[in-house]
């Protein structure tokens, strides 16, 4: 008989929470059958059978945070015979009160031939308290995408129509409680180490963008044909990648148990993507290797997966310095909280019209604020300042960006 532990399957992941059991108690099962769904402070996974047999005991409920090296289950494999403990023989309480045992069940109906979807449209299924069973799924081999569940129709029971008068407690009404668990919890977590060692100083300046989006909007058509979402996003990881190479010290990390500064000679850009789940920080992996066209495509997969949930491990962890683009939804400037134990983060504002002055006349450019917060234990003031000039001096004039490309 195999105990089946829940593995680490993720760097430093001491726990998952468990959405949702594909089995129950007494079920056959195929080796590498899902078994279970379970959700760390990275990613959310399906858990496979190790062997085929038979699921002999769950040992958590749906819902229930189980730490690694604990058993998830036990499974009986084939032609081999199970047999059980012998009964252990309790006394009666003395006080002839009878303790209540609750066993372990799975709560929600198990069928073997569940439907194909991500773990991500699962939770939002979930949420939506739609079954899964009764929609039809568009997606390659007949998968349910997000798209199926928007266009999801329910059936509505008739119901009498009664009048019912009821009056409740205006503070029952006006509150809601939500446990602050699961990736909220981790993302939570995060911030509050991160904002108490590191001592943020936060730098702001402003971009005239004019020259990269006439750039742009020339090179839009093209991108198009090659089915590519060009954004200005590239371009800043092309600028910041260059800069951090001149800039070494803000491509760096600090070692806080043995007090030493880690740079980082290679140039892994983190974009932090606002998700259903919480605030994911896909990698970009050697951003400084790839083109323009090469970085558009990876942002436009990446974020897709982010929203699905269906970024792997690989794919969120050892980012060495990031971005917080949230121009796309407005704001004029930030203090973004460094993304530990990264030493910088830039966030990137809203591109709007504005009155600036140039050779001693009013006139109308396009502009963008941008923030740096930086670790002011590695990095002074005057550095800081000297890296965003040098982003803006490679943005404002596109051309030298890229005869500064490798």
Same mark, same amino acid.
């Given at each position: 008989?195999?105990?089946?532990?829940? $593995?680490?399957?993720?760097?430093?992941?001491?726990?998952?929470?468990? *959405?949702?059991?594909?089995?129950?108690?007494?079920?056959?099962?195929?080796?590498?059958?899902?078994?279970?769904?379970?959700?760390?402070?990275?990613?959310?996974? &399906?858990?496979?059978?190790?062997?085929?047999? +038979?699921? #002999?005991?769950?040992?958590?409920?749906?819902?229930?945070?189980?730490?690694?090296?604990?058993?998830?289950?036990?499974?009986?494999?084939?032609?081999?015979?199970?047999?059980?403990?012998?009964?252990?023989?309790?006394?009666?309480?003395?006080?002839?009160?009878?303790?209540?045992?609750?066993?372990?069940?799975?709560?929600?109906?198990?069928?073997?031939?569940? $439907?194909?979807?991500?773990?991500?449209?699962? /939770?939002?299924?979930?949420?939506?308290? #739609?079954? *899964?069973?009764?929609?039809?799924?568009?997606?390659?081999?007949?998968?349910? @995408?997000?798209?199926?569940?928007?266009?999801? =129709?329910? $059936?509505?029971?008739?119901?009498?129509? &009664?009048?019912?008068? %009821?009056?409740?407690?205006?503070?029952?009404?006006?509150?809601?409680?939500?446990?602050?668990?699961?990736?909220?919890?981790?993302?939570?977590?995060?911030?509050?180490?991160?904002?108490?060692?590191?001592?943020?100083?936060?730098?702001?300046?402003? *971009?005239?963008?004019?020259?990269?989006?006439?750039?742009?909007?020339?090179?839009?058509?093209?991108?198009?044909?090659?089915?590519? +979402?060009?954004?200005?996003?590239?371009?800043?990881?092309?600028?910041?990648?260059?800069?951090?190479?001149?800039?070494?010290?803000?491509?760096?990390?600090?070692?806080?148990? @043995?007090?030493?500064?880690?740079?980082?000679?290679?140039?892994?850009?983190?974009?932090?993507?606002?998700?259903?789940?919480?605030?994911?920080?896909?990698?970009? +992996?050697?951003?400084? =290797? +790839?083109?323009?066209?090469?970085?558009?495509?990876?942002?436009?997969?990446?974020?897709? /997966?982010?929203?699905?949930?269906?970024?792997?491990? &690989?794919? #969120?962890?050892?980012? @060495?310095?990031?971005?917080?683009?949230?121009?796309?939804?407005?704001? *004029?400037?930030?203090?973004?909280?460094?993304?530990?134990?990264?030493?910088?983060?830039?966030?990137?504002?809203?591109? &709007?019209?504005?009155?600036?002055?140039?050779?001693?006349?009013?006139?109308?450019?396009?502009?963008?604020?941008?923030?740096? %917060?930086?670790?002011?234990?590695? #990095?002074?003031?005057?550095?800081?300042?000297?890296?965003?000039?040098?982003?803006?001096?490679?943005?404002?004039?596109?051309?030298?960006?890229?005869?500064?490309?490798?």
């Amino acid at each position: 008989m195999i105990e089946f532990k829940l $593995p680490d399957i993720g760097e430093g992941m001491h726990e998952g929470e468990i *959405l949702q059991w594909f089995i129950q108690e007494g079920e056959l099962v195929k080796q590498d059958q899902p078994i279970l769904e379970i959700q760390t402070d990275k990613v959310n996974a &399906e858990l496979t059978a190790p062997a085929t047999g +038979k699921i #002999i005991k769950l040992f958590f409920n749906e819902g229930e945070v189980v730490e690694v090296g604990n058993t998830l289950f036990q499974i009986l494999e084939e032609n081999e015979t199970f047999i059980p403990a012998p009964p252990i023989v309790v006394e009666p309480p003395s006080n002839n009160e009878e303790k209540e045992m609750k066993p372990i069940t799975n709560t929600q109906e198990v069928t073997i031939n569940r $439907p194909l979807a991500t773990p991500y449209v699962r /939770q939002l299924a979930r949420e939506l308290n #739609i079954d *899964l069973q009764l929609v039809n799924g568009t997606g390659p081999a007949g998968r349910i @995408t997000e798209h199926d569940l928007q266009n999801y =129709q329910k $059936p509505q029971p008739i119901q009498e129509v &009664e009048p019912i008068l %009821s009056v409740q407690h205006p503070c029952h009404t006006q509150e809601e409680r939500i446990p602050l668990k699961a990736i909220r919890k981790k993302i939570a977590e995060h911030m509050v180490k991160s904002s108490t060692i590191i001592p943020h100083v936060t730098h702001v300046d402003e *971009l005239e963008m004019d020259a990269l989006k006439t750039m742009r909007d020339q090179f839009k058509t093209y991108a198009e044909q090659k089915n590519i +979402k060009l954004t200005f996003l590239p371009f800043f990881i092309k600028a910041i990648v260059t800069a951090l190479q001149e800039f070494k010290m803000l491509n760096a990390s600090v070692d806080d148990h @043995t007090n030493e500064i880690i740079v980082k000679n290679y140039y892994h850009i983190g974009i932090a993507t606002d998700t259903p789940a919480g605030l994911i920080v896909p990698v970009i +992996k050697n951003a400084n =290797q +790839k083109s323009i066209f090469q970085l558009a495509e990876e942002i436009k997969q990446l974020a897709a /997966q982010a929203r699905e949930g269906t970024l792997t491990l &690989e794919q #969120i962890t050892g980012s @060495t310095f990031t971005i917080s683009n949230v121009g796309a939804i407005g704001g *004029l400037h930030a203090t973004p909280i460094i993304n530990h134990p990264e030493v910088a983060i830039l966030a990137l504002h809203k591109m &709007e019209p504005r009155m600036v002055i140039r050779d001693w006349e009013g006139v109308i450019r396009y502009m963008m604020n941008m923030s740096l %917060s930086f670790d002011h234990r590695v #990095i002074d003031g005057v550095t800081a300042v000297r890296f965003t000039n040098r982003i803006k001096e490679l943005l404002e004039n596109p051309n030298l960006l890229f005869m500064e490309m490798n």
